[in-house]
């Protein structure tokens, strides 16, 4: 059974606060990404990464950066959280050929 | 930029009937993407299209491709409460020297009995 896991459903930060999102993934996968969802807006792509060592922006990268120091962890860090940053965060993971994506369960960030 | 546009955003339908959810995009790919989503849970894949003409079913849904339209369409047939739920769209795309996945906001559909 494949498997995306993200380190936290439900987390709660304050502003300023540096702020660690893991995800990993145990499918051997080269590609994984980082998105936040927030309503009326559907997903959008914040960073994602084809390798280890590997990062590229997304469309909304501002705020945040990645780490890959492992082919299944993908890191998400917020430097200084602020509170336009309260959100839906989901990970997902694909083959490097482009096949279907599977995603984690979500961590819901609240910055206060 | 590659862009991907749904088509409503909202539904919201009686059981047994018909309706088509779109799905269009702005650059060239042949990779394409269904998910469903239920409130509070994260994404499930329903569909993968892989290439111009493809179609897929499962049950009450259809998903098919057209790569040179640039559009996928989800049919839903003769609709039942369970699948109340936001369904998204995704495309496969190289842009810049790397794949990216890029979604559409999303389509809320609500069945109602």
């Known amino acids: 059974d494949v498997k995306v896991t993200q380190s936290s459903r439900y987390l709660v930060k304050r502003t300023g606060e540096k702020v660690f999102l893991e995800c990993v993934q145990d499918?051997?996968?080269?590609?994984m990404f980082w998105y936040r969802q927030d309503p009326g807006l559907g997903l959008r792509l914040i960073y994602f990464?084809?390798?280890?060592?590997?990062?590229e922006k997304g469309d909304i990268p501002e705020g945040y950066s990645v780490s890959r120091e492992k082919k299944e962890r993908f890191s998400l860090i917020l430097e200084s959280a602020s509170t336009n940053q309260t959100s839906m965060y989901l990970c997902a993971s694909n083959l490097r050929d482009g096949t279907e994506a599977f995603f984690g369960q979500g961590t819901r960030l609240t910055v206060v | 930029e590659l862009k991907v546009e749904q088509n409503p955003l909202f539904l919201s339908m009686q059981e047994g009937k018909n309706y088509t959810i779109y799905c269009n995009y702005s650059t060239t790919s042949d990779r394409l993407y269904w998910y469903r989503q239920d409130p509070g849970k994260s994404l499930e894949s329903l569909f993968v299209l892989l290439s111009n003409g493809a179609v897929k079913q499962e049950g009450r849904l259809m998903a098919s491709l057209d790569t040179k339209a640039r559009l996928s369409t989800l049919h839903i047939t003769a609709a039942v409460h369970d699948l109340s739920a936001t369904y998204f769209c995704a495309v496969d795309a190289l842009i810049q020297g790397a794949q990216k996945l890029v979604f559409g906001q999303g389509t809320r559909l609500t069945i109602n009995p």
């Open positions: 499918m051997d996968h080269e590609n």
């Open positions: 990464s084809y390798d280890v060592k590997m990062k």
